[in-house]
């Protein structure tokens, strides 16, 4: 089985350089994948990657939104993404009907998007963000409404520190990290007493807990930073594979309800392999579609 991963490998390698790609994996992806990738990083790290690409192709380890913002943000590249089927079903539970009227409801109002939604919702929004460059970019918007969507529990985790504006938010929700029980982190915490580790896609009674609050580049940072004996991980579990390169004399310990993401994980060597033999899946978008959607994407590249 190793000689057959380390032959796929070298394969992948080789294609790799025929075919000038650059591989991007997020650092939810499969460790393997993680590990042959060109970048590994979080939503804002990889987009700009994507931004700046110079190769003929950019194949995106990750799930279809990211695929389709670094079409978004680098329309002339080829952009190619191991398993198209590999969706986000946060950015899944909005509807472009959410949007009807909200700008007629509410005066003053900005359309707030996570990234993690798809190309069309994009392109009806104001502004996109990030969990690394969300308050930043919502602090600076004049709006003294904003609609934030789909991510109800970043929106409120943003608007709690932020007293000037009124928030309006979407019901979405990531299907994995809504549901880490508070109770169960409490407990590993007095267990262990170790720092725990929160991403703001989780719910408030989880982010309360948290010693550490971010995006899963802060965390790393935390990790990097403080070494210390463990850490409780609220976050999806490939994440460990860097905090363990980070950090290995500590130990991460992933609540049993935090459970992995099943559209990250279908990145693997074999269908990335597979992508660059073939070229294909690529994303394609609509030339109109694209003007748009890229406008609040390239907006919050300048005010990150
Ligand atoms: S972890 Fe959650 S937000 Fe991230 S891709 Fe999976 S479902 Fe979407």
Known sequence: MERETKILKEKILRLKEEKDVLILAHFYANSEVQDIADKVGDSFKLAKDAQNAKNKIICFCGVNFMGESAKLLNPDKKILIPDIEAGCPMADMVNLDDLD????????VAIVSYINTKADVKSRSDVCVTSSNAMKIVSALPNKNIYFL??????????NQIEDKNFIFHEGYCKYHNFVEHEEVEDLKNRYGYDVLVHPECTSQVVELGDCVGSTKALLDYVGRTKKKG???????????QMNKLSP??????????KPCEDMKKNSLENLYRVLVDEGPEIILDESLMERASRPLKKMMEMS
């Open 101 to 108: 009227g909200i700008k007629e409801r509410y005066d003053d």
């Open 231 to 241: 850490y409780i991980v609220c976050t999806e579990e490939g994440i460990l594979y």
């Open 150 to 159: 789909p991510d109800k529990n970043l929106g409120s985790y943003i608007a």
């Open 249 to 258: 004399d500590s130990e991460f310990i992933i609540p049993s309800s935090m």
